[in-house]
């Protein structure tokens, strides 16, 4: 299983920022491209962005351009969502996991396995 944890969620104003991480736990990460997802209460569960292994590619949504930033420091085994001007509609659990990496070049963010984290809960409320 790769079993990543997620981490740094909170409840925020409209306009707040928030920074996710995204850690591995027994494997290094710098081999995987790696996908943040979420899911809103009532909806389906969506790839927001991701990043390959190199860090050299990263994708986002269209709803999330311009505002979330997706990074890594492979020397921490860790990824990160750096997430600015949140609006009440980023409301969501939001996951990590490592995905197909052409499938982050196409915005499919197939995963690699069935394992998802407990995730970490983002509220944006005022």
């Known amino acids: 299983q790769l079993q990543l944890v997620e981490s740094g969620g909170g409840l925020v104003q409209p306009g707040g920022s928030l920074r996710l991480s995204c850690a591995a736990s027994?494997?290094?990460?710098?081999?995987?491209?790696i996908g943040w997802f979420r899911q809103a209460p009532g909806k389906e569960r969506e790839g927001v962005s991701c990043?390959?292994?190199?860090?050299?590619?990263?994708n986002y949504v269209d709803s999330v351009k311009g505002r979330f930033t997706i990074s890594r420091d492979n020397a921490k085994n860790t990824v990160y969502l750096q997430m600015i001007n949140l609006r009440p509609d980023d409301t969501a659990v939001y996951y990590c996991a490592a995905i197909n990496p052409v499938s982050c070049l196409k915005g499919d963010y197939e995963k690699l396995s069935e394992y998802w984290g407990q995730g970490t809960q983002v509220a944006v409320s005022s």
């Open positions: 027994g494997f290094l990460l710098n081999h995987y491209t």
């Open positions: 990043i390959t292994s190199s860090g050299g590619i990263t």
